[in-house]
């Protein structure tokens, strides 16, 4: 692979990275393999560092010269086996390294992420009255025909980390509505504001693919894996507080889960159908003390 004349900074850094290595149909390996083991070589080298951009497919076809369709299949493998991830619009990047988010104390995300020195910059979508869903009211056992809904997302080191919904009782916490979540957690607010302190959870954990809205507010493409976590959060003796949603971008984050036969703390891993009929009363359901917005 020759360097060419001209072209940007990030051609031209490929073009040194790549030098003396040879991708051919001389070999018995499939195009598409011999490019993965260059660019998987590159990452275990440490010459490709976390959240490096790859160049365009047909810049990566020229450069190896070859067709862009072993290519397209290269970075597909290398998608799928989590050393690679795609952004809409934004590119190919080397995989950033996951973070942890704890489920065996309840944390507000916020705090979770600071007890990993993590800046999370955390942008409100939405902060607005809705109907109630059927979901939200049983799990804050209210008939309340509207309340509140918090959306937002965070970002972390510039890049969307994950979407954070919460739904919460107007009546019971009115100040809510135009309380200010740009610096501070939903948590810090409730004990601040009305004394309340949530001190457990019960959520179900499963995989998801991002929907079109989904994979425009977190930078993915339309059907990349997520961790979907979902639940209601309780004060006191199981008060209600918080029916949330977070969804978690599936190539950043891992969840980290303390054992211990003293505690009552109890997960379960269930197939898709029982989970549903958990969800309408008619079977048991996963429960897990979890992070919380």
Not at 63 to 78: C, E, H, M, N, Y
């Amino acid at each position: 692979m020759q360097p060419q004349q001209g072209g940007s900074e990030l051609l031209q850094r490929w073009h040194q990275l790549t030098h003396g290595l040879s991708v051919g149909r001389g070999s018995s390996k499939p195009l598409h393999t011999q490019i993965s083991e260059v660019i998987v070589g590159l990452i275990e080298r440490g010459e490709l560092v976390s959240s490096e951009r790859l160049p365009p497919e047909r810049d990566l076809a020229q450069l190896f010269g070859v067709s862009i369709a072993p290519v397209r299949q290269s970075i597909l493998d290398l998608v799928n086996k989590g050393l690679l991830v795609r952004g809409r619009g934004r590119g190919t990047f080397v995989r950033g390294s996951s973070l942890n988010a704890k489920i065996s104390i309840l944390h507000s995300f916020t705090e979770s992420m600071r007890d990993q020195a993590v800046p999370v910059d955390m942008r409100v979508i939405r902060q607005v009255r809705v109907l109630t869903p059927k979901e939200v009211a049983q799990a804050l056992q209210t008939r309340e025909r509207t309340v509140l809904l918090l959306e937002r997302v965070a970002v972390v080191n510039r890049e969307p980390f994950a979407l954070l919904q919460a739904y919460l009782s107007l009546k019971t916490y009115p100040k809510l509505f135009d309380a200010s979540f740009e610096h501070a957690s939903l948590y810090e607010t409730l004990r601040e504001q009305y004394g309340v302190v949530v001190t457990r959870a019960e959520s179900t954990i499963e995989m998801s693919r991002a929907s079109a809205e989904q994979a425009d507010r977190l930078g993915v493409s339309t059907g990349e894996p997520l961790l979907q976590v979902e639940g209601t959060a309780f004060a006191g003796n199981r008060v209600p507080v918080e029916y949330f949603r977070l969804v978690h971008r599936g190539d950043r984050v891992r969840f980290q889960v303390d054992s211990s036969r003293e505690t009552d703390l109890l997960v379960r891993l269930m197939p898709a159908q029982a989970r549903a009929q958990a969800s309408d009363g008619s079977g048991p359901a996963a429960t897990r003390e979890i992070s919380g917005p």
